[in-house]
């Protein structure tokens, strides 16, 4: 994961099957799947979420839920961070 810009996130495939966008609204447990896309990232926004496949077809949804950056100015230094909520779905 890292910074897309002020408020949204690349969330990368590398090492994972597969991911996509959720929306801002909930999405039930068996439309997860059909989320992913073919791309190599995603980009949520605070608020929104995403899914994620690991390669043994494991299911995981995240909600961003803080975007930080990194701020280097006038002696003042705040680290970048990404807050986030998730959730593993365990059965198929």
Known sequence: ?????SDSVYIYRD?????????AF???RDDLESRLTPGRYV????GQGAVLMNVHGMLCTLRILE???EVNSAG??????VR???VVHQDR
Not at 1 to 5: L, R, V
């Open 1 to 5: 994961m890292t910074a897309a810009g």
């Open 76 to 81: 003042l230094y705040v680290q970048p961070h």
């Open 15 to 23: 090492h994972l099957r597969g991911v996509g966008i959720l929306p």
């Open 43 to 46: 980009t949520p926004s605070v």
């Open 26 to 28: 909930e999405v039930g």
């Open 84 to 86: 986030f909520s998730f």
């Open 67 to 69: 975007v930080r950056a």
